[in-house]
Nanobody, 115 residues
């Protein structure tokens, strides 16, 4: 079992920045894939950014050059730095990890970007 706790969401004006954090506990040593997803009202959940154990990163076209990922393995944390935020970035952001056999989701953190 892996437990994920997200934090860092909030209300920010367009052009501003936020940093989301995801801290893993439990059987975190089995994690082989980490990602951030988001879901806006009335829309499907979409992959925002991900990173594998060997460091291969992916970013959705809509966030490239604005969002970055970083890991703090000592504290079992994954961070999503979001810069130049736009109103269309407004969504609930979810941390997701995969282990062998299953995936886990955090409870989500709300990001609201005002125009």
């Amino acid at each position: 079992q892996v437990q994920l706790v997200e934090s860092g969401g909030g209300l920010v004006q367009a052009g501003g920045s936020l940093r989301l954090s995801c801290v893993a506990s439990g059987n975190r040593f089995s994690i082989n894939f980490l990602a951030w997803y988001r879901q806006a009202p009335g829309k499907q959940r979409e992959l925002v950014a991900s990173i594998t154990l060997n460091g291969a990163a992916y970013f959705a076209d809509s966030v490239k050059d604005r969002f970055t990922l970083s890991r703090d393995t000592a504290n079992n944390a994954l961070y999503l730095q979001m810069n130049s935020l736009k109103p269309e970035d407004t969504a609930t952001y979810y941390c997701h990890v995969n282990t062998v056999g299953r995936g886990y989701w955090g409870q989500g953190t709300q990001v609201t970007v005002s125009s």
